[in-house]
C-alpha cells in the first residue's frame, strides 16, 4: 500500500515545483495547492475509513520492516487520531488557501511553498512511529511557521513575533532532542513501540523520569502551555490571518499531540505506579493555562490576540482533559480539538476580513466607527457561542465527555476551571463583537488604559469597499463544520474507540513490531444526560452576562478589585526574548525536580 | 572519563541559556542558541561513543569490526542540517529588523506587549 506517505511527499514534491518557478501565475499556484491540500484530504478520509478496521495502519520506509521485535527502519503508524489531524489538517488548510488568493494584495509562490511544507510536516508529525522522525518533522513543521510568522517581513512587528517564536521554540526542540538522546541512550531504539516495550518491566529511573520531563516541557512550547506560552500570542497578533488559522486549528493541537502520543507509547508502562502523581503535574500546567489564558484573554482589545489568548486557554482545557489520563477524557479532548480548531479557524478568518475592510482590529478605534458587517458579526457570535460550549458544537461533546470523566475521578474542580475559562474568552469575543460591529457601551476612556500595544499594519493597503466571496465563504464554511462536527452520528463512540487505541501501549507495540491485529472492542456512545446541556447553556450566558457587564463601563476592560493583578499579568507579557526563555527554564526546572522527586522508582 | 562529555554536554546547555537570558544583541542572542545546540552533539556523540572501537566506515575494515555507534553520527548530521536552517532564518529575521527598526537589542524591539 502506498498511500501512507502520499500526504507528506506530495506537498513537498509541489512545494519545490511552486518554489523553482516564481513567476507562476497567482491563480494557477493557489490551483495547484489547493489541488495539493484537497488530494491529501482524500487520502485521509480513505486511512480514516480504513483504520476502522485496522486501528493502526503501519507503513515502513524502503520495505524495512521489524523482525524479531526490532525495527531497523523508520516507519509510519497511523491510528484514527492521526489520521483526523491529517484531515483536520487538510481541511483548514485548503480554507486558508482559498482565504488566501483574495486576502494578500501581493503574495509570491513563496508563500505558497511555505504554507505546503508546513502542511506537510504537520502531516508527518501526525502520522510518524518513530521517535527521531518525530523531532525531524517538529523542526521542519517550525521553521516553515516562523518563516510563515515573519512573512509580512518590511514591518517590525511581524519580525519580532517571528523572532520571539522562533527562539523560544528552538529551545523547545532542544529539550525534546535532549529527553530522546537520553531514551536512545537507555534503550538503543527510536521507534516509539520500542523504546516503550524495553522500558515497560523497569521502573522509572532519575534518567527516564528526567527524558520525560524533558520531552513534556519541550512539546508544552509548541502546545503553549503556561509558563511556556508567551510566543504564541506574539506570533499569533502579527502573523496573517489565514496562517494564523493553521497555528491555532493544528500547530499547537500537535504539541498537545505529541505529548500524548509519546506518553502512552513509552512513558506510561514505566510510569504505571505513578499515575496519579503524572495527574497531579499535567493538570498543574493545564489548571495554569486555563486561567492564565482567560484573563489575557479578557484584558485584550486586540482581535487577534484576544483570540490567541482564547487558544491558549483552551490548551490549558485540552490539557486538563490528557491529564485525567481516563480513555473517555481523551475521547472529550479529541472531539474537542475538532471542534475548537474549526471554530477557531473561521474566528481568524472573521478577523482577517474586518482587517480587510476596516484596516484595524482594535477594539476601541472600531467602537469609534463601528462596522455594520453583520455576516461577519454573526459570524463572530456563532464562534464564541461555540467556543463558550454551547450545544452542539463540537467544543460542548467534548466538554461533555471530559467533565463525565472528572466526575467519574471525583475531580469536579477540572469542570469548572474549564467552565470558566471557556465563559471568560467567549464573553471576551462577545463584548468585542458588541463594540466593534454595533457600537454598544458607551464611549470608553483611554487614559490609563494600556491596551496591548501592536503597531499593525494591515495585510492590505487601506480598507477594502467589498469582501469577495472567495474570503467569506471560507470563513462560514469552517464555523458551519464546527457546529456540524457536533452533529456527527455515533461521535461519542467513536473517539472513546479512538482514545482507548491511543491508550493501549501494549496493542500499539503488537501492531508495529509483530504484525499482531487483535479485533477492536465495540464502544457505546456516551449517553447525552440533561445535566450537561444545561452547563453548555449556562456557560453561554455567563459569557454574555460577563459582556454585558464589562460593556456598562467606561473601560476597555472590568477587573475591579483584580485590576492590579490583571495589569501585573500583563505585564509579565513583555514581548522580550529573554524573559521568554527565562520563564522557559524555570518552568522546565521546577517541572523536571518535580518529576525527579515524584515520579521516580527508586 | 566516561562522565566527561556528559559534563561538557550540560555545561555547554547551561551556560548557551545563560547567554540568550542575558544578551543584549540579536546575533549575540542568535549564536549562544547554537551553542545550546552544539550541547546536543556532544551528548549525542558521547552516547554513541565505545572506547577503542573502530568508526563506522566500512569500507577498509572487514565487516564485523566492533565499531562506535553510527546511528547517534546519523542523528546529529541530522540535528546539524536542521539548525542550520533554523539559524539562517533567525539571522535574516535579525538583519530585517535591523533594517526596519535601526535596533538590535532584543529588549528595546518593543512593539508587541502586553
Request: proline letters at 5%; a neutral charge; glycine letters at 10%.
Amino acid at each position: 500500500m502506498l498511500t501512507p506517505p502520499i500526504p507528506v511527499v506530495l506537498p513537498l514534491l509541489i512545494a519545490a515545483l511552486l518554489a523553482a518557478m516564481p513567476r507562476m501565475p497567482r491563480w494557477l499556484a493557489f490551483l495547484l495547492a489547493i489541488l495539493t491540500t484537497l488530494t491529501v484530504g482524500c487520502v485521509a478520509i480513505a486511512l480514516l475509513n480504513y483504520t476502522r478496521e485496522e486501528p493502526l495502519i503501519v507503513y515502513w520506509f524502503g520495505g524495512w520492516t521489524t523482525r524479531y521485535g526490532i525495527a531497523p527502519g523508520i516507519g509510519f503508524a497511523i491510528d484514527t487520531a492521526g489520521a483526523m489531524l491529517v484531515l483536520l489538517g487538510s481541511i483548514l488548510t485548503t480554507a486558508s488557501l482559498i482565504f488566501s488568493s483574495r486576502y494578500f494584495d501581493t503574495v509570491g509562490t513563496l508563500y505558497h511553498s511555505l504554507m505546503l511544507i508546513f502542511f506537510a510536516a504537520m502531516n508527518g508529525f501526525a502520522m510518524t512511529g518513530d521517535l527521531f522522525n518525530l523531532f525531524v518533522f517538529f523542526e521542519l513543521m517550525s521553521a516553515a511557521a516562523y518563516a510563515l510568522c515573519g512573512y509580512k517581513s518590511e514591518e517590525p512587528g511581524p519580525l519580532q513575533g517571528a523572532l520571539n517564536f522562533a527562539v523560544t521554540n528552538t529551545v523547545g526542540a532542544f529539550l525534546v532532542l535532549t529527553g530522546i538522546s537520553l531514551l536512545y541512550s537507555r534503550t538503543g531504539a527510536l521507534n516509539l513501540a520500542q523504546i516503550g516495550r524495553s522500558l515497560q518491566d523497569q521502573g522509572a529511573d532519575a534518567l527516564v523520569v528526567t527524558a520525560f520531563a524533558l520531552i513534556v516541557c519541550g512539546f508544552s512550547i509548541k502546545g503553549a502551555l503556561v509558563p511556556f506560552h508567551f510566543w504564541l500570542a506574539d506570533a499569533h497578533a502579527v502573523a496573517p490571518a489565514p496562517v494564523c488559522v493553521l497555528f491555532s486549528g493544528v500547530m499547537v493541537e500537535l504539541g498537545l499531540y505529541a505529548v500524548v502520543r509519546v506518553y502512552w507509547t513509552i512513558f506510561s508502562g514505566p510510569l504505571t505506579p505513578h499515575a496519579s502523581e503524572v495527574r497531579v503535574l499535567l493538570a498543574t500546567l493545564g489548571a495554569l493555562t486555563a486561567i492564565t489564558g482567560a484573563v489575557m484573554c479578557y484584558a485584550q482589545r486586540h482581535l487577534k490576540r484576544l483570540l490567541a489568548f482564547s487558544t491558549i486557554s483552551h490548551m490549558g482545557i485540552l490539557m486538563l482533559g490528557v491529564a485525567l489520563l481516563t480513555p473517555q477524557a481523551l475521547a472529550g479532548v479529541e472531539i474537542y480539538v475538532v471542534g475548537h480548531a474549526m471554530l477557531k479557524g473561521g474566528l481568524f478568518l472573521a478577523a482577517g476580513i474586518l482587517l480587510h475592510r476596516a484596516a484595524t482590529l482594535d477594539e476601541i478605534q472600531l467602537a469609534r466607527h463601528p462596522r455594520h458587517m453583520y455576516f461577519v458579526a454573526v459570524l463572530m457570535i456563532a464562534g464564541a457561542a461555540g467556543l463558550a460550549g454551547a450545544p452542539p458544537f463540537g467544543t460542548f461533546w467534548g466538554d461533555m465527555m471530559i467533565g463525565g470523566a472528572a466526575h467519574g475521578l471525583r475531580n469536579e474542580w477540572v469542570e469548572w476551571i474549564a467552565f470558566a475559562a471557556s465563559a471568560a474568552t467567549a464573553g471576551a469575543l462577545f463584548r468585542f463583537t458588541a463594540r466593534a460591529f454595533f457600537g454598544w457601551g458607551p464611549k470608553v476612556e483611554l487614559i490609563g488604559e494600556p491596551g496591548s500595544k501592536i503597531s499593525e499594519n494591515p495585510d492590505t493597503e487601506t480598507g477594502h469597499r467589498h469582501t469577495p466571496p472567495a474570503m467569506y465563504l471560507p470563513a462560514g464554511a469552517l464555523i458551519l463544520l464546527g457546529l456540524v462536527a457536533g452533529l456527527t452520528p455515533r461521535l461519542t463512540g467513536a473517539a472513546l474507540a479512538s482514545a482507548i487505541h491511543v491508550q493501549d501501549r501494549a496493542g500499539y507495540a503488537a501492531r508495529m513490531l509483530d504484525h499482531l491485529a487483535p479485533y477492536p472492542p465495540a464502544v457505546e456512545d456516551q449517553p447525552l444526560m440533561a445535566g450537561d446541556l444545561l452547563r453548555g447553556g449556562a456557560a453561554l450566558l455567563v459569557a454574555l452576562a460577563l459582556a454585558g457587564f464589562t460593556l456598562r463601563a467606561h473601560r476597555v476592560v472590568r477587573a475591579g478589585k483584580l485590576r492590579p493583578a490583571v495589569r501585573w499579568l500583563r505585564e509579565l507579557h513583555s514581548g522580550v526574548i529573554p524573559d521568554y526563555v527565562t520563564w522557559v527554564m524555570v518552568g522546565t526546572a521546577t517541572f523536571a525536580a518535580a518529576a525527579v522527586i515524584w515520579l521516580r522508582s527508586y | 572519563m566516561t562522565w566527561l562529555p556528559y559534563a561538557v554536554a550540560i555545561w555547554l546547555f547551561v551556560i548557551g541559556l545563560y547567554g540568550i537570558v542575558t544578551s543584549r544583541h540579536f546575533v549575540h542572542l542568535i549564536i549562544c542558541l547554537s551553542v545550546v545546540q552544539s550541547s546536543t552533539y556532544v551528548l549525542l556523540l558521547g552516547i554513541g561513543y565505545r572506547a577503542g572501537r573502530a568508526a563506522p566506515v566500512f569500507a577498509d575494515i572487514p565487516p564485523g569490526t566492533p565499531a562506535v555507534d553510527p546511528i547517534v553520527q546519523a542523528l546529529m548530521l541530522t540535528d546539524v542540517v536542521v539548525e542550520v536552517t533554523v539559524t539562517a532564518l533567525l539571522l535574516a529575521l535579525a538583519v530585517q529588523a535591523h533594517e526596519r527598526t535601526g535596533k538590535l537589542d532584543p529588549n528595546e524591539l518593543g512593539i508587541i506587549r502586553g
